[in-house]
């Protein structure tokens, strides 16, 4: 399935860009437990415009705001099951419908060229985003990794596994398994994929501070594997880690597969958990963030998008080096 929607794509795919930073910038105040997920309630309008704003970028793969969207975190906010259970499909469907929209401006004439590049006829595939525990217990663990000994792998899937089922029946046509920050977590998606029989495919993305490990220490290579050997994941790769990374993690990651390899870093600025802020550590301009796209092709990537904090004009600008090569 990703190799057709590669080939269809010329060799290389676009990915959408940060989409909770994505909604701040809009005015949204996501300081809460279920980030992106709040605007599902109060803004689902805002959340669609974000989609098509991608769209309008160029993204050949826009991700729902279902990132922290969870039964349980719906339900301490005092929602029912039912209630939980529609709004994590309503994420798939405003992505859906966001892809709708757009394809129907093109079919009307306005919105398909880029720099007088057609763009228009160009496939787009929604995928189902699914975050980690740590992102749903909103206490920074999804950047240490570290659950502590009590986290077993049934405690994950059975945290993850009617969240998954659900997605996987929203009229997504895939999942992507987002920022995750150790192996155990890539063990819990991989046996719930095959235990439920979950027929769209899927891909593991994880994310790293050092260029070598996933953020818990576990080393790329083995979360790699087990992403490599679930016969439903049809890509593997990196999001939400600084640029200047990227390139050693995709050739940690084809040391252990053949499987088509997404990256999608963060701006280059690192989050302050204390202070809440983003802090600049490295340039982040977006010509700073495209000048490394040619680099990880070469190196052997062949989806590309943002994740924290960069944005549509991130994607307009992987978009056109990708249109010149
Ligand atoms: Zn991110």
Redesign the pocket.
């Known amino acids: 399935m990703m190799r057709d929607f590669l080939a269809e794509c010329g060799g290389c795919a676009v990915v959408d860009g940060?989409f909770a930073t994505e909604l701040q910038r809009h005015g949204q105040d996501l300081n809460d437990p279920l980030w992106s997920a709040k605007c599902l309630i109060s803004s689902p309008q805002l959340v669609r415009r974000v989609h098509l704003d991608y769209l309008e970028a160029g993204a050949n793969v826009i991700i729902s705001a279902s990132y922290q969207a969870t039964i349980q975190g719906f339900e301490a906010k005092g929602l029912s099951a039912e209630e939980a259970e529609a709004l994590i499909k309503r994420s798939v469907e405003i992505a859906c419908e966001a892809r709708q929209i757009y394809l129907q401006r093109c079919a009307k004439g306005c919105w398909d060229f880029l720099d007088g590049r057609e763009i228009a006829r160009r496939p787009i595939l929604v995928a189902a985003s699914v975050g980690s525990y740590g992102a749903y217990l909103a206490d920074g663990s999804e950047y240490s990794g570290n659950y502590g000994d009590s986290v077993t792998l049934e405690t994950l899937k059975n945290f993850h596994r009617k969240r998954v089922q659900i997605l996987a029946n929203s009229g997504a046509d895939l999942i992507a398994f987002e920022?995750i920050p150790n192996k155990l977590e890539a063990q819990a998606y991989a046996e719930i994929l095959k235990e439920e029989n979950i027929d769209i495919p899927a891909w593991f993305s994880f994310s790293s501070k050092d260029g070598i490990n996933a953020v818990s220490g576990d080393s790329i290579t083995e979360c790699g594997s087990i992403a490599d050997s679930c016969n439903r994941v049809v890509a593997v790769g990196i999001?939400?880690t600084p640029p200047r990374l990227i390139h050693g993690l995709i050739l940690s990651i084809k040391k252990v597969t053949n499987k088509p390899v997404v990256i999608y870093p963060?701006s280059g600025e690192t989050y302050n958990a204390e202070t809440k802020q983003w802090e600049e550590s490295e340039s982040k301009t977006d010509e700073d963030f495209v000048s490394y796209v040619g680099k990880w092709r070469d190196a052997g990537a062949c989806l590309f998008g943002g994740?924290?904090r960069t944005t549509p004009n991130t994607i307009r600008a992987i978009s056109r080096v990708l249109l010149e090569n």
Do not use: E, I, K
């Open positions: 940060g920022t999001n939400c963060n994740c924290c």
